[in-house]
């Protein structure tokens, strides 16, 4: 209760190593899902055929074999799952602690990941590509008197620390490239940029409302609408009619990065 007697601010940042491979969780934990009635995700046949080969990525079911193995897909599932409600449960203990110190309406928090995570989407694992499943993180801001709510608004993990700034009535230094939240956490309908950046070695993503754009280091392109393909079957980079959309986004992607000189 120091906290609390002596009006002290603290900041406290927690790295769950969970949900992550090898999925090591109690065992109680991988019986909440029993691999036998979980459905592994939908690939469309030839899905690879449009990809540029920059795109494929190395750890895909054909390179490891697990394509011959349906069972121990699902057993990644069942652990991925068992691993995830595993780290949901500490996150909890970290919110019932700042309850039981009374200090759960006067503390921001910001819960979110460094990246996303493959399970045989696209006959693909792991991480290390730009496609939605990985690039996409959970995101939850709680902050003293904010109202609840849902967004849609693109932000990126370099608005976080700005963000967490301006939340504790702290100057935000010059050099930080984000942008505070805080817009959006006090109207869920505001946004305050209209694209995220993801980076890998083999090239870079630019996400906005409709497009997943990514260009790789070879020249090679993916253009998907993700209105229409959240799943991202149809790289229509290849297609002629979407020329003048692939030309909008290399503009916007060239953009971007000049300004991150």
Excluded at 204 to 218: F, N, V
């Amino acid at each position: 209760r120091r906290f609390k007697k002596n009006n002290e601010k603290f900041f406290l940042a927690t790295g769950l190593i969970r949900p992550h491979y090898p999925n090591v969780a109690p065992k109680s934990y991988f019986e909440l899902y029993p691999f036998q009635k979980i459905r592994l995700p939908f690939v469309q046949r030839d899905d690879w055929i449009d990809m540029p080969k920059q795109a494929i990525s190395y750890s895909n079911s054909y390179r490891f074999g697990i394509d011959k193995y349906p069972e121990n897909q699902k057993r990644m599932w069942s652990g991925y799952l068992a691993t995830v409600t595993y780290m949901d449960e500490q996150v909890g203990r970290i919110l019932n602690c700042l309850k039981e110190l009374e200090l759960e309406k006067e503390t921001a928090i910001i819960f979110t990941s460094d990246h996303g995570y493959l399970l045989g989407e696209h006959h693909f694992w792991q991480k290390g590509n730009l496609r939605e499943e990985v690039t996409r993180v959970p995101l939850i801001v709680k902050a003293p008197l904010m109202e609840s709510g849902r967004t849609k608004a693109i932000v990126e993990l370099v608005d976080l620390f700005p963000t967490a700034c301006e939340l504790a009535g702290l100057a935000t230094p010059a050099s930080v490239q984000g942008r505070s939240l805080l817009p959006v956490l006090l109207d869920s309908k505001k946004k305050i940029k209209q694209s995220a950046l993801s980076f890998v070695p083999k090239g870079t993503g630019l996400r906005t409302g409709q497009w997943s754009y990514m260009k790789y280091k070879d020249g090679t392109e993916e253009l998907y609408d993700m209105n229409k393909d959240p799943k991202q079957f149809r790289n229509l980079a290849v297609q002629p009619k979407f020329e003048n959309q692939l030309l909008k986004q290399r503009k916007i992607l060239a953009k971007r990065m000049a300004n991150l000189r």
